[in-house]
């Protein structure tokens, strides 16, 4: 079983920048995609940014090149770098990994961004 955690979410003034991170437990084979993803009470979870294990990016309408998702393999860990956040980048931002047919999720961290 993969277990995720999240950190790095906090309060941040519009224009800040803040850097996620999910660290993943457990044994598993090779990762399929790991990912970062958003949701605001009401609404539908959205895509922020994927990777897949070879390393293709794909990032979501509205990042339009504000972020950036990277991992570190040997610490199982991967990162979301937000720069000039906006007040509608507010929301619960959780990481998830598939591996085979196995998608977990993170429990979510809180990302605030103050006008």
């Known amino acids: 079983q993969v277990q995720l955690v999240e950190s790095g979410g906090d309060l941040v003034q519009s224009g800040g920048s803040l850097k996620l991170s999910c660290t993943a437990s457990?044994?598993?084979?090779?990762?399929?995609?790991m990912g970062w993803y958003r949701q605001n009470p009401g609404k539908q979870r959205e895509l922020v940014a994927t990777m897949t294990h070879t390393g293709s990016q794909n990032y979501g309408d509205f990042v339009k090149g504000r972020f950036t998702i990277s991992r570190d393999n040997a610490k199982k860990t991967w990162y979301l770098d937000m720069n000039s956040l906006k007040t509608d980048d507010t929301g619960v931002y959780y990481c998830?990994?598939?591996?085979?047919?196995?998608?977990?999720w993170g429990q979510g961290t809180q990302v605030t961004v103050s006008s």
């Open positions: 998830n990994i598939r591996v085979g047919s196995f998608l977990g």
């Open positions: 457990g044994t598993f084979s090779r990762v399929n995609t």
